[in-house]
């Protein structure tokens, strides 16, 4: 074997030799490990050890602990205001609930331990006494690019679910290509999602989303829908429009693989065209239409997410992308930018800025040569109008509900009716946002009422 040395920090160095003198082995595990190969910086590193949980909390005596996992065999060690995980060498049985491991075993042998690890890529450990121990040739599938289970697929996609989108999410993320039997595995077991926390499904999701890109939405095709089942109707949906040379899902994955890696685009891309098989009509000349789809979508989205736990702002915000998409198009045809100011008023600036790359991506997923030109347009207006400092928000205008109510305006909702009514004035670029104007058009008002 070539010799490695990989750069551990001085304060996981510090706990592994702390470890190492009473006599108990100490290895980074897992995922720090695989990113290590890879040249990326872990985002946090995992200990392993021949030390039962209370060796691991008599070695560290006076370190402030975690001991919430111990059963399960894990420690956290607080070093440096951050906690380090330090698990004791285990096997765990059966996953009755789909979710926590029947029972867990402690062993005294490293190799058990890796054995009960998801991929081979994660199933590696380092130390700089030891060197690297691979028993599963996750070294060399991660210089191959490969996905591998550790053990026999099936067994161990059966015992636990949640591997199955963790294999998609590393796939896209480290950019693999699973092995034919991983993968056929991977499919065949995808049904058994349904029995997974929404939560998780959820966070594994948000993992794959933004590493995603069109090949694995083909190859994890059957993963993909049940994990999102209200998309299962897309999968082969033809469109019948000459714009479009992709089914509404093959056109998904093109759409999601060209916005920027946000949640909240990536999210809309995947659902923008989540209702388009309900919303499907054909013309007289054979010509698909999918009127509709966008409010039908949004609505679904947001089904969708409430499902799955998501946070309600990311809802939200989807459910707003979807609600709109294509708009950006029209505007982009259309003379003046009155219709531009409303929606910049209704929206803001950042909703504006994403529906933009949202409707770009889409335009350029349709598999046929795209026209930039109204997105372009739209754009330039956009730019345009925000460089004039628009007032956007009742807060905007250059008086408020106080300069109203001295006027001799009651209070009550009234004030914020005109207030309301000043500002689509002043954003339809009928009355300039001076005090003077604001205050004789209010004048106005008092006379109404
Ligand atoms: P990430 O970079 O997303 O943290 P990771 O591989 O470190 O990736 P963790 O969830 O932090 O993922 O898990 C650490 C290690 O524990 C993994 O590398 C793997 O060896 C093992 N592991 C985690 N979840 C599972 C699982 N569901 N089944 C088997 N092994 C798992
Ligand atoms: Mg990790």
């Known amino acids: 074997m070539l010799y490695l040395e990989l750069f551990i920090p001085a304060q996981i160095l510090d706990l592994m030799e702390r470890l190492e003198s009473r006599g108990f082995e100490a290895w980074t595990v897992g995922g720090c490990v695989r990113d290590q190969l890879l040249g990326l910086p872990p985002h946090d590193w995992d200990l392993c050890t021949s030390a039962t949980p209370e060796e691991i909390a ?16 894990t420690i956290a060690v607080i070093t440096h205001k951050q906690p380090v995980e330090i698990t004791t060498f285990r096997t765990e049985g059966g996953y009755g609930d789909h979710r926590r491991p029947d029972w867990v075993h402690f062993e005294t042998n490293l190799r058990e331990d890796l054995a009960r690890r998801d991929f081979t890529i994660n199933a590696m450990a380092y130390s700089p006494l030891r060197g690297l121990a691979d028993p599963f040739g996750g070294q060399a599938d991660l210089a191959d690019r490969i996905l591998r289970a550790v053990g026999q697929p099936e067994k161990r996609f059966r015992e636990d679910g949640l591997r199955i989108l963790r294999g998609v999410r590393f796939t896209a993320r480290f950019q693999l290509t699973p092995e034919a039997e991983t993968c056929a595995a991977m499919s065949t077991l995808a049904p058994t ?9 959820y966070a594994e999701l948000c993992g794959f989303l933004p590493a995603a ?26 469109q019948h429009n000459p714009h479009h040379i992709f089914d509404v899902y093959t056109h998904t994955a093109h759409v999601v693989a060209a916005v920027p890696p946000t949640l909240s685009l990536r999210w809309a891309a995947l659902l923008h065209d989540v209702a388009k098989p309900a919303c499907f ?8 239409h999918f009127r509709g789809h966008a409010h039908l979508g949004a609505k679904m989205a947001r089904e969708i997410l409430q499902q799955l736990r998501a946070p309600r702002a990311l809802e939200d915000r989807v459910a707003t992308l979807i609600a709109y998409h294509g708009v950006t198009r029209d505007l982009g045809r259309l003379p003046g930018d009155k219709p531009l100011r409303r929606l910049l008023r209704r929206l803001g600036e950042e909703v504006l800025w994403e529906l933009l790359a949202l409707d770009r991506a ?3 997923g349709k598999g046929t040569p795209s026209d930039p ?3 372009d347009r739209f754009e330039a207006s956009l730019r345009q109008l925000l460089a004039e400092q628009p007032c956007l928000t009742t807060r905007d205008l250059a008086i408020s509900g106080r300069d109203l109510l001295q006027m001799g305006l009651p209070q009550g909702p009234i004030l914020g009716r005109i207030l309301q009514t000043l500002l689509e004035e002043v954003g339809d670029g009928l009355l300039p946002n001076t005090p003077e104007a604001l205050l004789h058009r209010a004048e106005g008002f008092l006379d109404l009422l």
């Open 58 to 73: 008599q070695v560290f005596e006076g370190f402030p602990l975690i001991r919430a996992g111990e059963k399960h065999g």
């Open 193 to 201: 999602l349904a029995a997974l926390a929404r939560e998780r499904v």
């Open 213 to 238: 890109r069109v090949e694995d939405f083909g190859t994890f095709a059957p993963v993909i829908l049940a994990a999102i089942p209200a998309l299962t109707p897309t999968l082969g949906f033809q």
């Open 281 to 288: 009509t054909q013309d007289d000349d054979g010509v698909g």
């Open 362 to 364: 889409d335009d350029s």
């Open 373 to 375: 030109a109204a997105f």
